[in-house]
């Protein structure tokens, strides 16, 4: 979606190293959802985030949602090879229609 | 898990004939959505709903139409595929009002139109 820019596309990191996915809107978010996805398979949620400056913290992944609500970030800690897959942002944006991001592929190389 | 399920899991057909997706969930929500997911796009809202007959469209609803007849099932139907329409199709839905839940995800019907 137009809506949501999500950078970058693919990331291919060491395992072990930290990274930084971002998600970003023009427009004030309501709700910024984080959802991870296997190749070839559904979506997983992973977090959600409401307030203005919010973060929220699983395991080895951090998520922020700034004070202005319209950008977030995903960051990984030390990541490991179940870390790979497809990452999604996405956000309920305008009435009930919640759109995505493109997506950012994680490659993890043990 | 969330209780949603999507069929035909897989379906092969050919330009110009019909195709119907459907949605089942067990879970009573409100809200269904259509999305397809395609590479360099991630996921595109087609359809969405908010209620039984309730429906409004997404951002490429163009050559797809959907019906909500009772609360658990919703419906994409393809009037007449095109090779464009190849893609693989997630229904989600959820139970809450304006971004304050999540969307749960069906597995996803992969179509591949010849």
């Known amino acids: 979606s137009q809506e949501l820019e999500q950078s970058p596309q693919s990331l291919i990191v060491q395992e072990g190293k930290n990274l930084t996915i971002n998600c970003t809107s023009s427009?004030?978010?309501?709700?910024l959802y984080w959802y991870k996805q296997k190749y070839g398979e559904g979506l997983i949620f992973l977090m959600m985030?409401?307030?203005?400056?919010e973060e929220k913290s699983h395991e080895k992944i951090t998520a922020k949602l700034d004070e202005k609500k319209q950008q977030s970030s995903l960051h990984i800690t030390a990541s490991q090879p179940s870390h790979a897959g497809i990452y999604l942002c996405g956000a309920d944006i305008s009435g009930n229609q919640f759109y995505f991001g493109t997506g950012t592929s994680l490659t993890v190389i043990p | 898990d969330a209780g949603i399920t999507q069929s035909p899991r897989h379906k092969v057909t050919e330009t110009g004939t019909p195709v119907t997706l459907r949605c089942h969930q067990t879970?009573?929500?409100?809200?269904m959505y259509w999305y397809r997911q395609d590479p360099g796009h991630g996921l595109r809202l087609i359809h969405y709903?908010?209620?039984?007959?309730?429906?409004d469209k997404g951002e490429v609803s163009d050559g797809y139409s959907v019906s909500r007849s009772k609360t658990e099932d919703f419906l994409l139907t393809l009037e007449s595929a095109t090779s464009s329409q190849t893609s693989v199709y997630f229904c989600?839905?959820?139970?809450?009002?304006?971004?304050?839940?999540?969307?749960?995800f069906g597995e996803g019907s992969r179509l591949t139109v010849l």
């Open positions: 985030l409401q307030k203005g400056g």
């Open positions: 879970e009573n929500h409100r809200y």
């Open positions: 989600a839905i959820s139970g809450a009002e304006r971004g304050s839940g999540e969307l749960f």
């Open positions: 709903s908010y209620g039984v007959k309730d429906t």
């Open positions: 427009k004030t978010l309501y709700g």
